[in-house]
């Protein structure tokens, strides 16, 4: 604190998306006044986004809700009335003991979004009721892979930045600007710049595509068909890792068969990549040690989830880059109880889990302990196979970022009881019958768990109170002793101490610490082999072999597809990406940050000179785009690093500018075109096809404009 001028700077971490970075909080006179990078952190070096710089604009935005409310008219018809936090809190037990005595607690469901780190309190909260219908993202985004890595190798495996990899092959991810998923771009940023081999694996020219030794333009959705034809050079060629191979994978030979299935010839058919490409980069991949792959989502929102995560780590071991310096790394993070323990997921009562709203299917979902939320929205809409009575979000948007979004409205508008807990009234909250004011990463104690199996926890603590607004933790904690579950502390503070328990100290002790790392071991296999029921790296997945899966991996062709449907592309003639990200917005979060609207004001679709040319379209134009779904518009960008047969949507868009209620959530959201049928999901996780279906784009009129 400074004397003369009543300024302190505060050492944090930021959590302004999924969190990360280091920062320094200047507050004056008890407000924050401005954020900015901590040059001394681990993982940012100082280095910071625009969101994250422009987060006290939030935190102090006039529209925030700062007091519990109650809906005061009908639903969603945005008339509410200020309530206390008893008042509130006492109506949610009473409406979840009602469902619970009239249909158990499996009518309950409780759903979230992206990590927002306060899902191991929600799934806590979700186990002692009793309901196997949690759902979160997890499904199509992250906890796929690590689904996919606990099957393969018991872990998930990170880049390891902090060792110089002299290869990097990108895949589907726009790491520079989305630092997500235990990553900064700033440490990619870092290793290119020492001049690294990159390989980038992305339908569109990005910064990263543009600055690649090798950039492979594939056909959207067909991951998994090029990581078949990169394997098939690797093996052909002799260019894997015998001794890996002969002393730690499980299902070589069976591998060996099914990746001669995939011919260069063939796989440059699927991916439209040519196969002198494939083999270069193959080579690139397998010959420059260390290398490590850098992935993204993208290649998670379709069919292919799984075996397309599988086949990346699967090039990763059989290249000989698994948890060795500088490649793909098991950082084991400081002693503390993990999320299963917790949460009390292993002992959640077997009938409860037999309750499972998708039944048998989607194993590996149902393993984490998610649901795809479609199961969800069937049961309010049909009762079947029994009623959803009441909802519980929390951190999510659902409206605006879960496919077939018109379904999602019609379900949460017609369920009986919603409650949901946010900043703003979002169009999801513009539904619930109790609205929970939540308080930002400022504005609460916790462990940060965000770079967890990046081996770091980041300690953060409260630095201002908003209102009345309560951290999630403070929800759940309270909900869960008014509901009487046995296991709650008596405070945050309580639960945070039996969190950090296993390694000797509290929450005090951790308190004011910038991070804790676990310790840092290479080649553990060496050792102890691998978590797996064979004890080895399994190509061949004995896991999904039990379950009736298929124990290798595929490639499905995408379900809507100019392939799968040649019929489709006399009316939708376009392959539809949905949903890259935008630098300045975090899914449907922010349009109401003045810093950030200003970079970003209006939804952008991607297309080539040539598709524009053709439908008469110039650049800034309003766009229509139409699925068999539904219809948005977006203002058009006219690019030539996008194929003329693929067109790129935003998405996450409403306006929070317009008052109405509902706030144009059927305007431009991306995800009124997306569809959600199970007969379409990757089998074993349940992602939906987000980034590859099909479409056709017309202008909007003047008058339409
Ligand atoms: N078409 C299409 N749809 C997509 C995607 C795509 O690529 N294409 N991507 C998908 C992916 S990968 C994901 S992860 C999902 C994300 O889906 P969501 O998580 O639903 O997305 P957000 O818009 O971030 O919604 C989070 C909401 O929680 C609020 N919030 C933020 N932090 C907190 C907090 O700490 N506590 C509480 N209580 N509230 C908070 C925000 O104000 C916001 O309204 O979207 C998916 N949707
Ligand atoms: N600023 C910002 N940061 C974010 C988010 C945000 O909304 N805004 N969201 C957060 C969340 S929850 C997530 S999941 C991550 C996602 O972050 P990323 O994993 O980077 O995902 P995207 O930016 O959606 O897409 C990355 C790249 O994949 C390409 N792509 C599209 N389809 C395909 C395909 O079929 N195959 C391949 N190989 N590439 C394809 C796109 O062109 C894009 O350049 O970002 C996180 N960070
Ligand atoms: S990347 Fe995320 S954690 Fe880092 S400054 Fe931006 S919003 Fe904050
Ligand atoms: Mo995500």
Redesign the pocket.
Known sequence: MSESTGEQIIKSNCRGCHGGCGVLVHVRDGVIFKIEGDPDFPTNHGSMCSKGLAFHQLVYHPDRVKYPLKRAGKRGEGRWQRISWDEALDTIVNRLKQVIETYGPESIALGQ??S?E?ESFFARFGNLLGTPNIFT?GH??YLSRVGASLVTCGNLPISDYDNDPKCVMVWGNNILWVNADEYTGENLSRVMAKGIKLIVIDPRLTYLSSRADIWLQLRPGTDAALAFGMAHVIIDEELYDSEFVEKYVHGWDEFVERVREYPLDKVEEITWVPAEKIREAARLFAQTKPATIQWG?AIE?TINCIDADRLLIDLVAITGNLDIPGGSVFFQPPKGRTISQFTYHREFPPEQRAKYLAGDAHKLCQMIGLLPEKYVWDAILTSKPYPIKAIMI?????V????NAKEVYKALSEVEFLSV????L?PTADLADIFLP?A?WLEADYTGGFFFRHGYLFPRRKIVQIGECKS?FEIWNELGRRMGQKGWGSNVEADLDFILEPGGVTWAQVRDKPYLRGEVVYRKHEKKGFSTPTGKFELYCSTFEKWGYDPLPKYLEIPESPVSKPEMTKEYPYILI??PRSPVF????HRMIPWLRECHPDPIVEMHPQAAEKHGIDEGDWVYIESPRGRIKQRANISPGIDPRVVCIQ??WWFPEQKDPGHGWDQSS??IL?DNDPDTYDISMGASN??ALMCKIYPVTEEEA
């Open positions: 979004g992206t927002r306060g993202a199509f985004c989502v929102q929390q951190a999510s948007n659902p605006i970022t879960r496919p807990a946010d900043f703003f979002t939540a930002t999630d949905t949903g975090f899914h449907s979060e998405h996450g991306s995800n997306t987000l980034r």
